[in-house]
């Protein structure tokens, strides 16, 4: 028995010292676990912090300190290899994409508020939070940073819940790109690429169908926000949903991105559908800078409710790539029971491209833009301006007879909004416009041929095959009904016109060339004098030129002024004199 205990005890003992000596195994097995843990981690913390810095270095490392900073313009001593850089960089995007690089993403800006938009006060908790959209298709990786640091740096957290980011089928990915703009806007950007490029319209309604908030602001990729843009915004489409608002477009130079004040206007097209921007009414100009009636928006910057939106049908899915969808919404807002308001408190800022630069957004398909453009609008005509298309398609026959598409769901959507006719529009909102833009317009202030009065034999011809330059060709027989190539009009709108091109000067107004209308004066605009018989380009005093035959090579020229010389002297085949003399009413010289 008591051999037995013995035994017993030495068993127990036995049992005792294999868990013990099992602890200490597991104990030591779990130290030398935790220890390769604790290694693992700190590499991959260090690879992080290493990957920050990569990408850092990629997208902050050029920027110089405080260059641009309060929005100023952005200057610097450029050598002549850097001159060549930024001659490049805007050539290839419209912009000095090589400055911006240097122009840090979080710069300051004045604030250039009206006095009284400082003092006002808002109570967030009132207002919808909101989901920003911005498509993309190939803008520059800079520009975009400052697009997002700037809506983070003045947009308070509690109305931002998300910004969409929609790359719209750009050419490349730029994982270095996607990957910064995760870490450096956590939780605040989400990412959304379309492969292939589906244009502005449809990729703003993709970024739509992603979006949680319960307001949509839509904004280009090229924006700066200021200060308290947002709260005005969203007060009117809280009173009433709805409403669309749009803020006051300042403007971002392409050369220096200096921050220059916009004005408040009230947004239309005119019969060219090329955007045009009226004075305020008197009373709104008193009211300033409450928030008045904007006829036809910009098109890039604005806000808007996501449940509108979408009984509105977003935008016609027929319109593609770009061009025209402004005009679209507009009328579907305005005609289908909503309005826009532009809210002169709220500032942003829109990085407008050199005017010379032709973006190329072509889609799929290669369709030539001005194809796209073309379909476009006539899409809008057809189904919104009811019989007032016709005074559009006066003036671009070229819309005629391109096809349209299928417009039955348009037209469906109109019938089931009870949208009210056009007619409405101009009467409600535009009669101010009809002043300027008028739908029966007035007699031409001349037409029929331009002879020279120096080679009376030659007349200011078209030169239809050849693309640029007009020519000098023998007078037709009819000098007030010639051939449509000799048939030129000095039009209501102060342009020197045969069908749809006019007459421009380039080259600080030497070059004389023809070009498709644009309607905005500028380098179209031309004059003439009865008793000099000149045909002047240019509105103001110090901008003019004269037009100038060169019989010996046929062609025309334009050269300073001088009355003397014969060869800036014509005749136009029909005279309407009684307009000419009032041809200076009302229009700016100096
Ligand atoms: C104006 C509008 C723009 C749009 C356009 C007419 C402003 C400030 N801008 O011209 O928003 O209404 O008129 O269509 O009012 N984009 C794509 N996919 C494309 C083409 C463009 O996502 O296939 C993006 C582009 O990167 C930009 C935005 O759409 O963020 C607008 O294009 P834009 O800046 O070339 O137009 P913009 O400002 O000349
Ligand atoms: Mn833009």
Redesign the pocket.
């Known amino acids: 028995m008591c051999l037995d205990m013995l035994r017993h005890k030495k068993k127990v003992l036995l049992l005792l010292l294999m868990m013990a000596t099992g602890s200490i195994v597991y104990y030591l097995y779990t130290l030398k676990l935790e220890r390769e843990r604790d290694a693992n981690i700190s590499s991959t913390t260090s690879r992080l912090e290493r990957e920050i810095s990569e990408l850092q270095a990629v997208f902050e490392s050029e920027v110089i300190p405080d260059l641009g900073a309060l929005g100023r313009p952005a200057r610097g001593n450029w050598s002549d290899a850097e001159l060549e850089a930024i001659g490049r960089s805007q050539r290839e995007t419209g912009y000095n994409a090589w400055l911006s690089k240097r122009i840090s993403a979080e710069r300051t800006l004045y604030d250039m508020r009206h006095r009284s938009c400082k003092k006002l006060e808002y109570s967030l908790e009132k207002l919808p939070s909101v989901s920003v959209v ?6 520059d990786a800079s520009v975009l940073l400052r697009t997002l640091s700037s809506l983070r740096n003045r947009t308070p957290v509690l109305l931002l819940r998300e910004i969409i980011l ?4 750009s050419s490349s990915v730029d994982q270095k790109l996607n990957d910064f703009l995760q870490i450096k806007f956590l939780n605040m950007v989400r990412q959304h690429r379309i492969a292939t ?5 449809q ?2 309604v993709v970024g739509a169908e992603l979006a949680l908030a319960d307001v949509l602001v ?6 700066e926000v200021t200060k308290g843009w947002l709260e005005p915004l969203l007060e009117p489409i809280l009173k009433n949903n709805r409403t669309c608002t749009t803020p006051i ?1 300042d403007t971002i130079d392409y050369e220096n991105f200096g921050y220059r004040r916009g004005k408040p206007s009230r947004g239309f097209f005119n019969w060219q559908f090329n ?1 045009i921007q009226l004075p305020l009414l008197k009373e709104e100009a008193v009211a300033m800078p409450a928030p008045h009636k904007n006829p036809i ?5 604005f806000a808007i409710g996501r449940q509108w939106f979408s009984e509105l049908g977003g935008y016609d899915k027929g319109l593609k ?6 005009f679209e919404l507009s009328l579907k807002l305005w005609l289908c029971g909503g309005q826009i308001l532009e809210v002169p408190c709220s500032r942003v800022g ?4 050199d005017g010379k630069f032709q ?1 190329r ?1 072509t ?1 799929k398909e290669k369709t030539k833009e001005s194809r796209m ?1 073309s379909r ?1 609008y006539r899409r809008v005509a057809e189904v919104w301006l009811d019989e007032f298309k016709d005074k559009v398609f006066a003036n671009m026959p070229h819309l005629t007879v391109i096809p349209v598409g299928n417009l039955a769901e348009q037209r469906e959507l109109k019938k089931r909004l009870h949208c009210k006719p056009f007619s409405w529009f101009l009467q409600n909102l535009a009669s101010d416009f009809l002043n300027l833009y008028p739908i029966l317009d007035p007699a031409e202030y001349a037409s029929g041929v331009l002879q020279s009065l120096s080679s009376p034999k030659l007349c200011l011809d078209l030169n239809e095959s050849r693309n640029d330059r007009p020519k000098l060709s023998p007078c037709s027989s009819d000098h007030i009904f010639p051939k449509p190539e000799q048939h030129w009009t000095l039009s209501n709108h102060r342009e020197l016109r045969s069908g749809t091109y006019c007459l421009e000067v380039r080259n600080q107004g030497k070059d004389v060339y023809k070009f498709h209308c644009h309607g905005q004066s500028g380098n179209q605009f031309w004059s003439f004098d009865s008793k000099t018989r000149q045909v002047i380009s240019g509105q103001m005093l110090d901008f003019r030129h004269c037009l100038e035959a060169q019989p010996k090579k046929n062609l025309v020229t334009s050269s300073v002024c001088d009355p003397k010389n014969n060869n800036q002297q014509w005749k136009f085949g029909y005279q309407n004199s009684q307009r000419l003399r009032h041809f200076w009413d009302n229009i700016k010289t100096q």
Request: proline letters at 0%; a negative charge.
């Open positions: 911005i498509t993309y298709h190939n803008e929609v790359d719209d089928g490029q589906v244009g502005l319209m990729a703003r839509f904004l280009d990729s090229h924006v477009i955007y928006m910009n098109g890039g910057l790539i770009w061009g025209g969808e402004q829109h990085l407008y491209r973006v957004y889609d453009i476009n």
